[in-house]
Nanobody, 126 residues
Framework: VQLQASGGGLVQPGGSLRLSCAASGRTFSSYYMGWFRQAPEKEREFVASVSWSGGSTIYADSVKGRFTISRDNAKNTVYLQMNDLKPGDTAVYHC????????????????????WGQGTLVTVSS
């Protein structure tokens, strides 16, 4: 699976962005998907994940209520809608395809993902 993230950019605090992650291959629906982010000088941080069907989601506390993860298996794409952005959301955002046999809280951990996209930069600044 190859992943290509897009949609990042510069946005003012309180603004919105939608990130997309397009996957190659015909097995996209067999992977749970996640978004992680990494700010300068910081470790990679879990943002959100979504189950194979899109029916279940998990969010980091820091983004709950502001971000929404979704997927369209017909388009092999996962999305991250980000609203009410804050300067602390500034980071490179990476999408990833999960490797565990079940979808669970284990999706919070980078080690449980088999494939990673190259990342897209989100900068929140006035």
């Amino acid at each position: 699976v190859q992943l290509q993230a897009s949609g990042g950019g510069l946005v003012q605090p309180g603004g919105s962005l939608r990130l997309s992650c397009a996957a190659s291959g015909r097995t996209f629906s067999s992977y749970y998907m996640g978004w992680f982010r990494q700010a300068p000088e910081k470790e990679r941080e879990f943002v959100a994940s979504v189950s194979w069907s899109g029916g279940s989601t998990i969010y980091a506390d820091s983004v709950k209520g502001r971000f929404t993860i979704s997927r369209d298996n017909a388009k092999n794409t996962v999305y991250l809608q980000m609203n009410d952005l804050k300067p602390g959301d500034t980071a490179v955002y990476h999408c990833a395809a999960g490797a565990l046999g079940t979808y669970s809280s284990g999706s919070r951990y980078p080690g449980n993902y088999a494939y990673w996209g190259q990342g897209t930069l989100v900068t929140v600044s006035s």
